[in-house]
């Protein structure tokens, strides 16, 4: 019978299909003698699965990020920063519960464009996503409160629009949110403000402006005021 595909065949695609001939940290690749976790730029578990493919700053990385590596069930770190990657973003995904694993996702820097998949924001160990100077647009779901895990979400110089959902808040662990240079209209969630002294926020000034006035439960994020000083107990009279 026919041999199912392994992680390193779904790997592979990647060299065929993003220019694998041209890296400059290509070492070993296609020497299945070897096997694939010896190939430069993955690391693999005891069992030999993919846990990481890391070819971030690879400037012969050109094309689009193919479906295949979804299937990569193991696959806790993902990063094709800085390097040519184009197209959109498979919608596979997260879809389906496929990389329920994957912590970091590092593909800012990019030629990316199009809108975030859906599925992205259901992978619920997902605590690094770097999607800064891209050129993807939309808007941000509501569903992104649902990645508990999050410390750093950079979503700087993007094309991305809309309204900041409120969900925003429920990232306790946030500690770095990137969303300058964008589209963003409206008000910063209103709970981000309690923990904003942990979380190093950037921000475009449409996001704080005074008019018009916020509706519940929303709140435009200035620096806090100085408390105004209380009136004295008694007027003095006039002389």
């Not at 040519?84 to 389906?96: D, R, V, Y």
């Not at 599925?119 to 941000?140: A, H, N, Q, V």
């Not at 808040?169 to 969303?179: D, E, H, Q, T, Y």
Request: glycine share 8%.
């Amino acid at each position: 019978g026919i041999s199912p595909l392994s992680d390193c065949d779904y790997v592979e695609v990647l060299y065929w299909n993003n220019s694998g001939a041209t890296w400059r940290r290509n070492k070993q690749w296609l020497n299945h003698t070897v096997g694939c976790c010896k190939w430069q730029g993955l690391r693999c578990n005891r069992d030999g699965r993919i846990t990481a493919v890391e070819l971030g700053r690879e400037k012969g990385f050109t094309g689009v990020l193919p479906a295949a590596i979804a299937r990569l069930s193991e696959l806790e770190k993902l990063t094709l920063h800085r390097t040519s990657l184009s197209g959109t973003l498979p919608p596979e995904l997260g879809a389906g519960g496929s990389l329920r694993n994957l912590r970091t996702l590092r593909v800012g820097r990019s030629k990316l464009s199009g809108t975030l998949p859906a599925g992205l924001f259901t992978i619920p160990e997902l605590d690094e996503l770097y999607l800064k100077r891209t050129r993807l647009s939309g808007t941000l779901p509501r569903e992104i409160g649902g990645l508990s895990e999050m410390r750093e979400l950079e979503l700087d110089e993007a094309r991305l629009s809309g309204t900041l959902p409120q969900q925003l808040a429920n990232l306790l662990k946030l500690r770095k949110l990137g969303i300058k240079e964008n589209r963003f209209r409206g008000y910063l969630p209103d709970n981000l403000h309690y923990f904003m002294e942990k979380c190093s926020i950037t921000e475009r000034k449409e996001l704080h402006s005074p008019s018009p006035p916020p509706a519940p439960p929303y709140r435009p994020w200035s620096a806090p005021s100085p408390p105004a000083p209380s009136p004295p107990a008694v007027v003095p009279p006039y002389r």
